[in-house]
T-cell receptor, first 115, second 116 residues
Framework: AQKVTQAQTEISVVEKEDVTLDCVYE???????LFWYKQPPSGELVFLIRRNSFDEQNEISGRYSWNFQKSTSSFNFTITASQVVDSAVYFCALTSASGYQKVTFGTGTKLQVIP | NAGVMQNPRHLVRRRGQEARLRCSPM?????VYWYRQLPEEGLKFMVY????????ESGMPKERFSAEFPKEGPSILRIQQVVRGDSAAYFCASSPSRGQGGDEQYFGPGTRLTVT
């Protein structure tokens, strides 16, 4: 069985602060994919990143960066110099690389960026 | 290239009525997934369908819920005799024809069902 844990239910930061959202996962699959999605107040799901379990390189995209550590089964997400528009619920998710892609989501972390 | 479309975006039903949620996958996608998001919770897998086939319905409640993806037309998630606990956001996602793990799932905007 797969499981994704996002222990931080809610985080508040002041604008321009850096913030890290934690994600810990469990899976018996040897190959798998990890995702992060953003859900702004409008409710839609916005895809942010997909990471293959073979690739442990960290990734940076603008103010966003992701730290994948297979040894600790973690896939943390950092927002640098946060902005009010970053306020949203962020979901970490996991799917097996074999077979079809039933996605297991974490419960989400609600980020509030205060101006 | 239109994304995944869901309609209606908002649906209000009284207890005991039926709710029908529609999902049109992206062009060329023949795999559809339905997820439910209860208030203040993450998304939970409900059902996975290919054209005319239900592949995995392990996340569907045993009663009142059904799903189909006909050869022509959108996928339909049907909830009969709705109860207040069915109030949630229902998301549809589609993936390319091969549907292999890791392919990005494209999510629709969701249908927000409110049962009064």
């Amino acid at each position: 069985a797969q499981k994704v844990t996002q222990a931080q239910t809610e985080i508040s930061v002041v604008e321009k602060e850096d913030v890290t959202l934690d994600c810990v996962y469990e899976t018996r699959d040897t190959t798998y994919y990890l995702f992060w999605y953003k859900q702004p107040p409008s409710g839609e799901l916005v895809f942010l990143i997909r990471r293959n379990s073979f690739d442990e390189q960290n990734e940076i995209s603008g103010r966003y960066s992701w730290n994948f550590q297979k040894s600790t089964s973690s896939f943390n997400f950092t927002i640098t110099a946060s902005q009010v528009v970053d306020s949203a619920v962020y979901f970490c998710a996991l799917t097996s690389a074999s077979g079809y892609q039933k996605v297991t989501f974490g419960t989400g972390t609600k980020l509030q960026v205060i101006p | 290239n239109a994304g995944v479309m869901q309609n209606p975006r908002h649906l209000v039903r009284r207890r005991g009525q039926e709710a029908r949620l529609r999902c049109s996958p992206m062009k060329g996608h023949s795999h559809v997934y339905w997820y439910r998001q209860l208030p203040e919770e993450g998304l939970k897998f409900m059902v996975y369908l290919q054209k005319e086939n239900i592949i995995d319905e392990s996340g569907m409640p045993k009663e009142r819920f059904s799903a189909e993806f006909p050869k022509e037309g959108p996928s339909i998630l049907r909830i009969q005799q709705v109860v207040r606990g069915d109030s949630a956001a229902y998301f549809c996602a589609s993936s390319p024809s091969r549907g292999q793990g890791g392919d990005e799932q494209y999510f629709g905007p969701g249908t927000r069902l409110t049962v009064t």
